[in-house]
């Protein structure tokens, strides 16, 4: 079994920076990643990672979007720069285990508005 809780959204204006934090408990993840859903949008991938570090970002965030994985507390990152309005989404941490079972966090919203 996984346990994925995420932290860190919030409001942000336009061109600020924000940093989720996915902790993950139980069983070991080849993958995590991030990924959002906007009201009336299906959920995209924002950014994965690898459990031997490659990454993977969708066009939309590349050089604004920074993922990480911290493998001594079990945590993947997003570093989020630059945001603009069109970031605003619920956010999504996804792991996937190396039989490929894949679990889901709660999500946390990340508003980008004046």
């Known amino acids: 079994q996984v346990h994925l809780v995420e932290s860190g959204g919030g409001l942000v204006q336009p061109g600020g920076s924000l940093r989720l934090s996915c902790a993950a408990s139980g069983s070991s993840l080849y993958i995590m990643g991030w990924y959002r859903q906007a009201p009336g949008q299906p959920r995209e991938l924002v950014a994965d990672?690898?459990?031997?570090?490659?990454?993977n970002y969708a066009d939309s965030v590349k050089d604004r979007f920074t993922i990480s994985f911290e493998s001594a507390i079990r945590t993947a990152y997003l570093q989020m720069t630059s945001l603009k309005p069109e970031d605003t989404a619920v956010y999504y941490c996804?792991?996937?285990?190396?039989?490929?079972?894949?679990?889901w966090g709660k999500g946390t919203l990340v508003t980008v508005s004046t």
């Open positions: 996804k792991g996937i285990q190396p039989g490929g079972s894949s679990h």
């Open positions: 990672i690898t459990n031997s570090g490659r990454t």
